[in-house]
């Protein structure tokens, strides 16, 4: 079985390192992860190396609900899954935006964040 790509795209850098600290490249989940604290560098990584699922924090890489942003990563990269983690109470307006799974912040426990990245891996198609 291929190693599952999973990005994080985080405008808070101090929880991006928390990410990385928690989700190593080849840690205990096997994926291989990338960071990213803007939209320019995460649209940079996914044209290098599409991955199976991004996080996405919603204030940062979704202002205003933009819409068309998710709609346009779900056109491109049809098997993408993205998860959107946020402060707001957007959930249906994110989810019909595109997104596979809504997140509210703040994350006391990343386990609740790595059931949600682990759902979306077995929801891709074979």
Same mark, same amino acid.
């Given at each position: ?11 808070? $850098?101090?929880? =991006?390192? !928390?990410?990385? =600290?928690? #989700?190593?490249t ?5 994926w291989?992860?990338? #960071? #990213?604290?803007? +939209? *320019? *560098? !995460? ?7 599409? +991955? ?18 998710? &709609? &346009?990563? %779900? ?5 993408? @899954? ?8 957007? *959930? @249906? *307006?994110? %989810? ?8 509210? @912040? ?6 609740? =964040? ?6 979306? =891996? $077995?929801?891709? +198609?074979?």
């Amino acid at each position: 079985m291929p190693t599952a790509v999973v990005y994080f795209a985080e405008g808070d $850098r101090n929880l =991006l390192d !928390l990410y990385g =600290l928690f #989700f190593p490249t080849n840690g205990k989940q096997g994926w291989q992860t990338g #960071f #990213f604290a803007s +939209p *320019e *560098e !995460l649209l940079d990584g996914i044209r290098q190396q599409a +991955p199976d699922v991004v996080v996405i924090d919603d204030y940062q890489f979704c202002p205003d609900m933009d819409i068309p942003s998710l &709609w &346009w990563l %779900k056109r491109e990269y049809h098997n993408l @899954k993205i998860v959107v983690t946020s402060f707001s109470h957007r *959930e @249906k *307006e994110v %989810k019909l935006a595109g997104a596979d799974q809504f997140i509210h @912040k703040p994350l006391y426990d990343l386990q609740e =964040l790595e059931d949600a990245i682990l759902r979306s =891996l $077995r929801s891709q +198609p074979a």
